[in-house]
């Protein structure tokens, strides 16, 4: 079993509705919670990034980490088409093993107008 | 301010070839590493350095070599291919250096590798 299960999708909404993502993790040690935006042919990029457990929010973008239940999510609150891409949760133990990173499989959404 | 470049972009090889797949950061990061991305399997760690003349294995290591003997680079090289290793190859860097932003990993945009 992967250390980090994410549901693969695909996901479509219409623009505007709320977006729920989530990943299940089974190592205790991970501390540091990301969200990863990836458009389509381009590199990740860092969207939401959680320390421990707890809520943070920015923008439309709300991480919640739950490490009781080892339950993270990313909601996003009135979706625009401009947020179709794949959503990958990340996560590693320790701050300076900083690119040594372990993803989800990605969760790949579409927002129709 | 590049970033994280990765060359080349699109590579086709024969089984059995070998190769190397070049990375350079100018942000002056510690860390590096290396994924691959496959259809349905999100982003797997190759390997990874923690800085200049150090490197470690991450999930997925077999069939890869890497070595760090410089801030800037990190190339990884392919020693004898096979169809399996298909695959786009991400590079990344983060600085490694106070706070919690050290953990964000800034990437390359990826070399689409086929291997026939």
């Known amino acids: 079993q992967k250390e980090v299960e994410q549901d693969p999708g695909p996901l479509s909404v219409p623009e505007g509705a709320i977006v729920s993502l989530n990943c299940t993790y089974s190592?205790?040690?991970?501390?540091?919670f990301m969200w990863y935006r990836q458009y389509s042919r381009k590199g990740p990029e860092l969207l939401m990034y959680?320390?421990?457990?707890g809520n943070k929010e920015d923008g439309r973008f709300t991480a919640q980490v739950d490490k009781s239940s080892k339950y993270i999510s990313l909601f996003i609150r009135d979706s625009q088409p401009s947020d179709s891409a794949t959503y990958l949760c990340?996560?590693?133990?320790?701050?300076?093993?900083?690119?040594?990173?372990?993803f989800g499989k990605g969760t790949t959404l579409s927002v129709s107008s | 301010n590049a970033g994280v470049t990765q060359t080349p972009k699109f590579q086709v090889l024969k089984t059995g070839q070998s190769m190397t797949l070049q990375c350079a950061q100018d942000?002056?990061?510690?860390?590096m590493s290396w994924y691959r991305q496959d259809p349905g399997m999100g982003l797997r760690l190759i390997h990874y350095?923690?800085?200049?003349?150090?490197?470690d294995q991450g999930e997925v290591p077999n069939g890869y070599n890497v070595s760090r003997s410089t801030t800037e680079d990190f190339p990884l090289r392919l020693l004898s291919a096979a169809p399996s290793q298909t695959s786009v190859y991400f590079c990344?860097?983060?600085?490694?250096?106070?706070?919690?932003?050290?953990?964000?990993?800034?990437f390359g945009q990826g070399t689409r590798l086929t291997v026939v």
């Open positions: 990344a860097s983060s600085s490694g250096t106070g706070g919690y932003r050290n953990t964000e990993a800034f």
């Open positions: 990340a996560m590693s133990e320790t701050p300076q093993a900083g690119t040594a990173l372990i």
């Open positions: 350095s923690v800085g200049a003349g150090i490197t």
């Open positions: 190592n205790s040690a991970f501390q540091y």
């Open positions: 959680t320390y421990s457990s």
């Open positions: 942000m002056n990061h510690e860390y």
